[in-house]
């Protein structure tokens, strides 16, 4: 094996089992928790079950991290398998307990030296740093200057999203009580985005409409200052919603690699079903 650093993240990251194995990227699941019943996303239940089962549940999900000895176990096949360093890449450490799961897993395990990697938020954006970060494996970078090139990354990585409803992140304690009261009482459609790894209002809009528009226009800014960008559109169970602001970026903006992703059962959780977002990122190779 000429490469020596393996490549992990979770669930959140919603990379496809293909893509996964084309890059050898390992995937710890988070945990979707409907009653007394835990299901580990994407191996014991899919999105679209996920969200059928969420129309009629009496009781709404819950979720959890993944236990530190699943990160163990995993760290210690890794060493068997020849590997000798690791970059675990999680979802924000302010609204998971699952970077700290892996670091605390890595303590545990002698043979193989584990690095973390807090992408200060979730989804497509997290795949972009493991994406990254498989190809400077496969390239044979070593951990610390995976560690870096991913650092440098998080100076042009911007994601905004906007919910139907925000009581599903006041519920799971994602967003503060103030600012749910702010929302409600004004019927708005707050553009959301991370700061520092937390979950923030970044503009209060009334229209879904108005909002999307002007997410849109923040990633004309970005555009607008130079480079090559890739963008994904993420929806949470609304293909055709995402698929029509997919269409209206790729038509304004012809040199954009635009894809599109989803909120899968964990992030559905905590977001409801109908949410949009958009991540983008300028690219360096
Ligand atoms: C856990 O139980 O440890 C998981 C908690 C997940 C909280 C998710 C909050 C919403 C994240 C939205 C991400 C949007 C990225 C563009």
Known sequence: MNRKVAIVTDSTAYISESV?????????????????????????????????????????????????????????????????????IHL????????????????????????????????????????????????GADAKEIIEKLTYMKKTSRA????????????GGRLSGAQLVVGNLLK???ILHFEEGSIVPFEKVRTEKKALARIVDLLAEDVSKGGSFYATVIHAHR???????????????????????????????????GSLGLSWQKQYT
């Open 239 to 273: 293909l055709d919603g995402a698929e029509a602001l997919a269409a209206t970026i790729q038509e304004r903006f012809p040199d954009v690699k635009v894809d599109i992703s989803f909120f899968g059962p964990v992030i559905g959780t905590h977001l409801g079903a």
């Open 160 to 171: 905004y999203f906007m919910v139907d409803d925000l009581n599903h992140l006041h519920r």
């Open 92 to 139: 924000s450490m302010k609204i998971s307990g699952t970077f700290q799961s892996a670091i605390s897993a890595g303590e545990m395990v002698d043979r193989i030296d584990v690095f973390g990697f807090d992408t200060e938020i979730s989804c497509a954006p997290q795949a972009y740093y493991v994406l990254e970060a498989a190809k400077l494996a496969e390239a």
């Open 188 to 190: 708005i459609k707050p």
């Open 20 to 88: 996964r194995n084309q890059h050898s990227i390992k995937m710890v699941p988070l945990n979707v928790i409907f009653g007394e019943t835990s299901y580990q996303e994407e191996l014991d239940i899919t999105t679209d079950e996920f969200y059928e089962k969420m129309k009629s549940a009496d009781e709404l999900p819950k979720t959890s991290q993944p236990a530190i000895g699943q990160f163990v176990t995993l760290f210690e096949q890794l060493a068997d398998e020849g590997y000798e360093q690791v970059v675990t």
